[in-house]
């Protein structure tokens, strides 16, 4: 997708404004930032334990891969304030109806095909930090477009408070799933359930980790 190169610039800004608080003033640690492709279409598809999410995980592939942009789905509330919703489509966001928004679907799809693209496939936050059920639509996603999908465990950033200092978290990116032998199934519900379940699998090992 073409991205102008004075966006892609205000994003690693955005970006290190972020990454200074995150990793200096407080302990945010990153893993695995070597299972990153440099290319191609990706699904970054991660645990939801907090607000802090949605920028921390974008900056973390920042500085592995500079000028790459993350794309992400978020709920259509979030831009209901013109400046707010002007500053998250800047950084990649853009909005999702509640319930079957086909448009944004098909957005999500294209997306794929070439670029990097975060998702939480819970579809909700967990702020205790324990890991939900995974969303079947991820996996009817990941089996029509398949993408390169790295399993991405937070943990930690659901106990931050704003401001604060020497907070400890981790972002932990797993090494890409395969799925070629769940490809080779019909194209039908329990199929999509099966590729949710290895890839929340994949989730719960790199949170196990990080234990």
Not at 19 to 40: D, M, T, W
Request: proline fraction near 5%.
């Amino acid at each position: 997708m073409q991205v102008s190169i004075l966006r892609r610039y205000w994003v690693m800004f955005s970006a290190s404004i972020i990454a200074f608080y995150a990793q200096i003033i407080n302990r945010l640690k990153v893993i695995g930032g070597e299972h990153l492709p440099e290319e191609g279409g990706v699904l970054l598809a991660a645990n939801h334990i907090s607000g802090y999410d949605t920028v921390f995980l974008p900056t973390a592939v920042f500085f592995q891969h500079p000028f790459q942009m993350v794309w992400a789905p978020a709920k259509e509330e979030l831009f209901e304030h013109w400046l707010l919703g002007a500053f998250y489509r800047s950084l990649g966001a853009f909005p999702v109806k509640r319930g079957r928004d086909v448009r944004a679907g098909k957005y999500l799809g294209q997306l794929l095909q070439t670029e990097k693209v975060m998702l939480f496939p819970e579809g909700t936050r967990n702020k205790d930090g324990k890991l939900g059920k995974g969303n079947r639509g991820v996996g009817k996603l990941i089996y029509d477009h398949r993408p390169v999908v790295i399993p991405t465990a937070l943990t930690g950033i659901n106990l931050w408070r704003f401001p604060g200092f020497g907070q400890r978290g981790a972002i932990n990116f797993g090494a890409p799933l395969d799925f070629s032998d769940l490809y080779e199934l019909e194209d039908c519900k329990a199929t999509h359930l099966l590729i949710v379940e290895r890839l929340m699998a994949g989730i719960a090992a790199g949170l196990a980790a990080d234990q």
